[in-house]
């Protein structure tokens, strides 16, 4: 039964992350796809922990805490880019 569900979850966030390819492609202004660019990481994150119960496995943790910390860096490096003009001052 939890496979079942495992397996709805992973579908309903595959589909999340493919609306915000599309929102990243689609949208008006830059603010718009960096939150968007950060909505999908954060679904990507959901995805690999997913899957890791799914395989009942450790390692896809490790692996969603890596994405975690590289997409939090990502979001601050693109705002920073957007507001200041340069990453580091």
Excluded: H, W
């Amino acid at each position: 039964m939890i496979q079942i569900a495992l397996i709805f979850a992973l579908g309903c966030f595959g589909l999340a992350i493919l609306i915000n390819l599309y929102k990243i492609i689609t949208a008006p202004g830059i603010g718009d796809r960096i939150l968007a660019l950060d909505t999908l990481a954060i679904n990507a994150i959901a995805l690999i922990t997913l899957y890791g119960i799914l395989m009942e496995t450790t390692m896809y943790f490790e692996a969603s805490m890596i994405f975690a910390m590289t997409g939090f860096v990502a979001t601050v490096s693109y705002t920073r880019f957007i507001l200041r003009g340069d990453i580091i001052e």
